[in-house]
């Protein structure tokens, strides 16, 4: 433990030490590369300019992979495993070894946030993720690996951060006053699952724009590679959103813009355990989840000055997972003790109500030689989780007050420094339970060295803490302890032009981390974890449309308790993505995509390897009477395989054809 205060004691000082010295400066670009238009053919640009180990999604990825959940969309990023996919009630998110677990749709390491709304539940026994929503609300997801990158917007994201932005009328109509309208229409061969979606984007004029997305998912039950049910029962799930926004004053410097989602979806005699294909002995209940955010911001840039750039936003987030227990669904039902559990579990309703109000600035200005982008803010959080009697769950309130500050330093023609600093407060504590205050300093520091000839190298070292949760209030012994962790990463990059042949273009990014965890609660039997892994990104194209696209993920770790160690259970199988595809023009674009995975044998329950194909093609008119569509033809796992991603509990899906026809008006 001594070694580990001090490890944490050497982190903070290095943090402050680096936020009052002058910073290094941001990388220069190549001289040969200025004035060149660079050609990107690839589906997914490399976050090579920064040191942390981030990967966007955007919109043209999100419309390519017609994916059905945002678990299912996000998991082609290195580090990034989906575990049960087939439904949105079923799947979670795990980043680096943490988020979904066996027992947990989430153990509250990964982060996630709509539109600026912290959103999601804790630790709810046998339900997955927390993020229900439909992908067709967004365009864009940002995937922050690790905790460099994650002290901006909340502690504890031990894993990483998912964030999400909803659609804005400008996307549609250019910034500039009309009105547009868009129709997408999907359908998916396995489980016979269909999509509609229907945005009206209305721009009266260009200072305020409005939009509103009506989206509706039906699901059916999907099969394996060997023709067997992957789910029990089919859902369908409709999605809605409203989003407006207004600038005005001197130079358009004020703006205030007001987002809102909601997403409902309903099963009737469905497994319990979400992740189960047939009844087991938790039984079956009807389940009714929403999902529902709101965010109200306010932002002042003063023309005049580079010193305020002021943002005001309250967010609400609310999720409601109801659920009435299938009388006479399990085999314990009239076994005393188990009978009266399995019931309590099945008529549990979890109800979570998150509201945060943040206010942040962000400062350019030089001091010296030293060029600050400075962002400090200031959070009240409130979370509340209703109290359930009938399944004796742990009802109450979390209060927090935070500060953060960020700055990107910049200095000469090499160097990036990123310093971060939050502190946070909490006040937990429910009727029933006493009230407890815990506290938590949190810091990082990234820096990154340009060449100047495209290549760049980078590290950072983050100390994180994770304060108490409402699911635990009924352990006293947890409410005090925080779950603390240290990551430290280093890193390479490289981006250039004509590297194999004239008007080529190469991007890659490689990321080692090693993170430690200790004084751990979220996982039974357990006191500290230790993982290293390595995440590797890669784009090449060609002039004439040829592109290539490569994601590998590798991962090792250990958990420890009373000096014995074991490997950690959130070990993915090392995982290698590998794209192919050809663009011709804005029209036409066609890929191969090859996904394969290591084996996983010397594991309690192992699985075998395996590589799936999947193939995607988009035809978009540029001009006559079919301008404006967008027509998509996918075939998911090609040679319909049966297999496993390792740590989930049911068979990916086998073969699936999917088309999709829009059209923007």
Not at 218 to 247: H, N, R
Request: hydrophobic share 35%; with cysteine; aromatic share 10%.
């Amino acid at each position: 433990m001594t070694q580990r205060l001090h490890g944490r004691a050497m982190l903070l000082c290095s943090v402050a030490f680096a936020t009052a010295m002058p910073a290094w400066a941001q990388e220069n670009t190549p001289a040969e590369m200025l004035g060149t238009i660079w050609l990107n053919n690839s589906k997914r640009e490399v976050q090579t300019g920064t040191a942390t180990a981030e990967t966007v999604v955007d919109q043209e990825e999100m419309e390519d992979r017609q994916a059905s959940t945002i678990a299912e969309l996000i998991d082609s990023v290195p580090g990034v495993n989906l575990i049960n996919g087939s439904s949105p009630s079923g799947s979670g998110i795990n980043i680096r070894g943490f988020g979904a677990n066996s027992a947990y749709g989430s153990d509250q390491k990964v982060g996630i946030i709509v539109d600026g709304a912290s959103v999601g539940g804790e630790e709810l026994y046998r339900i997955g993720t927390q993020l229900y929503t439909d992908p067709e609300l967004y365009k864009e997801v940002t995937v922050v690996r690790g905790t460099a990158g994650t002290f901006e917007y909340g502690s504890g994201m031990i894993g990483g951060l998912v964030k999400l932005e909803t659609k804005d009328a400008s996307d549609f109509t250019g910034g500039e006053p009309g009105f547009r309208a868009r129709q997408t229409l999907q359908y998916s061969s396995n489980g016979d699952e269909a999509v509609s979606s229907t945005i009206l984007a209305w721009q009266p004029t260009e200072s305020f724009e409005l939009l509103g997305n009506y989206t509706y998912r039906s699901y059916g039950v999907p099969v394996d590679g060997s023709g067997d049910d992957i789910t029990s029962e089919g859902a369908d799930m409709p999605s809605w959103a409203l989003k407006g926004k207004y600038t005005f004053g001197q130079d358009s410097s004020h703006s205030l813009s007001l987002s809102l989602a909601d997403t409902q979806t309903q099963e009737d005699d469905v497994p319990y355990n979400s992740r189960a294909i047939v009844t087991d002995y938790f039984g079956n209940v009807n389940r009714d989840i929403r999902n529902q955010t709101a965010v109200l911001t306010y932002g002042y840039d003063d023309p005049e000055s580079d010193l305020v750039n002021l943002t005001a936003q309250l967010s609400y987030a609310w999720q409601d997972i109801e659920s009435e227990y299938v009388e006479g669904s399990s085999p314990y039902e009239g076994t005393p003790g188990l009978g009266d559990t399995v019931r309590a579990l099945g008529d549990a309703d979890n109800t979570y109500e998150t509201t945060k109000l943040t206010v942040k600035n962000q400062s350019l200005f030089d001091t010296g030689g030293v060029g600050h982008d400075l962002r400090v803010g200031v959070e009240r959080i409130r979370k509340v989780r209703s109290d359930n009697p009938d399944a004796s769950a742990s009802g109450g309130t979390d209060w927090r007050w935070a500060l953060f500050a960020v700055d990107d330093m910049q200095i000469g023609e090499h160097w990036t420094v990123t310093p971060a600093l939050r502190y946070e407060t909490q006040t937990i504590g429910g009727d029933d339970y006493q009230t407890d205050h815990n506290e938590a300093l949190m810091g990082g520091v990234t820096a990154r060295y340009a060449f100047g000839n495209g290549w760049a190298i980078s590290g950072s070292a983050s100390y994180n803490e994770s304060l108490p949760i409402l699911d635990d209030l009924g352990t006293p012994a947890y409410m005090t302890r925080s779950e603390k962790s240290e990551t430290y990463e280093i890193g390479a990059s490289y981006e250039g032009l004509d590297v194999i042949t004239g008007g080529d273009r190469l991007a890659l990014k490689l990321n080692v981390y090693d993170t430690t965890v200790w004084d751990v609660t979220s996982y039974s039997g357990v006191d500290s974890v230790k993982l290293q892994g390595a995440e590797l990104e890669a784009a090449y194209s060609l002039q004439n449309g040829f592109y290539v696209d490569l994601g590998v993920n590798a991962m090792r770790g250990k958990s420890f308790q009373a000096g014995d160690d074991e490997d950690w259970g959130g070990i993915p199988a090392d995982t290698a993505r590998l794209t192919l595809g050809k663009r011709w023009g804005e029209e036409y674009d066609a890929s191969w995509e090859i996904v394969a995975a290591s084996d996983m044998d010397d594991w309690s329950t192992p699985t075998p390897g395996y590589a799936v194909h999947n193939l995607r093609t988009t035809w978009k008119p540029q001009d006559g009477a079919l301008e404006g569509t967008e027509m998509r033809f996918g075939v998911e796992n090609l040679f319909d395989r049966e297999y496993r991603q390792h740590l989930s509990e049911n068979n990916a899906p086998g073969r699936t054809f999917k088309v999709t026809l829009a059209k923007t008006f």
